[in-house]
T-cell receptor
Framework: NAGVTQTPKFRVLKTGQSMTLLCAQD?????MYWYRQDPGMGLRLIHY???????AKGEVPDGYNVSRLKKQNFLLGLESAAPSQTSVYFC??????????FGSGTRLTVV | GNSVTQMEGPVTLSEEAFLTINCTYT??????LFWYVQYPGEGLQLLLK?????DKGSNKGFEATYRKETTSFHLEKGSVQVSDSAVYFC?????????????FGRGTSLIVHP
């Protein structure tokens, strides 16, 4: 099915470990976004990309890095995980802001 | 900057009751407006949208009308079902500096009892 695929779906990290979350979309969308969702905080934008090879900071970028080497993929990296990064992470893509398609999320726990 | 304000929840209703979830927005220019729904353990799904003033978006019995004069996009459904229990997000999208960055409300939890 066409859409946005996130991997992995669940992950437990120890403090200080690193990991990469992968987002892949097959709709040829230019825009891709990474959000985190925490109870009572709604969705907060971490980083976004307006096209292949471009990235930009969102509302809460500290502690995260991203890369968009291919149009269909948007990677979110945590270099040194902290308990404050325990959250549910969502990737989304869009064609010129007409609508946003979300992945099913990655539930990350940092212990 | 752009912002979306929606009523805090949870909203608790009995099955077949009428639903209204209020949403107001602040934006420069002419944004597109959306309602998304999130079921437990899932990502957000587009429920309905409206792209210009006075447009009415509708889907699965839900409706919302883009009211520019009151900067509102309230979600309504005439008769809710238990299966409508979810979190609902109001959102807007408008170009800013050449980019489209959506702005989401904080979400309203809906609980429908049999």
């Amino acid at each position: 099915n066409a859409g946005v695929t996130q991997t992995p779906k669940f992950r437990v990290l120890k403090t200080g470990q690193s990991m990469t979350l992968l987002c892949a979309q097959d709709m040829n969308h230019e825009y891709m976004y990474w959000y985190r969702q925490d109870p009572g905080m709604g969705l907060r934008l971490i980083h976004y990309s307006v096209g292949e090879g471009t990235t930009a900071k969102g509302e809460v970028p500290d502690g995260y890095n991203v890369s968009r080497l291919k149009k269909q993929n948007f990677l979110l990296g945590l270099e040194s995980a902290a308990p404050s990064q325990t959250s549910v992470y969502f990737c989304a893509s869009s064609y010129l802001g007409i609508g946003y398609t979300f992945g099913s999320g990655t539930r990350l726990t940092v212990v | 900057g752009n912002s979306v304000t929606q009523m805090e929840g949870p909203v608790t209703l009995s099955e077949e009751a009428f639903l209204t979830i209020n949403c107001t927005y602040t934006a420069t220019g002419y944004p597109s407006l959306f309602w998304y729904v999130q079921y437990p353990g899932e990502g957000l799904q587009l429920l309905l949208k409206a792209t210009k003033a006075d447009d009415k978006g509708s889907n699965k019995g839900f409706e919302a009308t883009y009211r520019k004069e009151t900067t509102s996009f309230h979600l309504e459904k005439g008769s809710v079902q238990v299966s409508d229990s979810a979190v609902y997000f109001c959102a807007l999208s408008a170009p800013s500096g050449g980019s489209y960055i959506p702005t989401f409300g904080r979400g309203t939890s809906l609980i429908v009892h049999p």
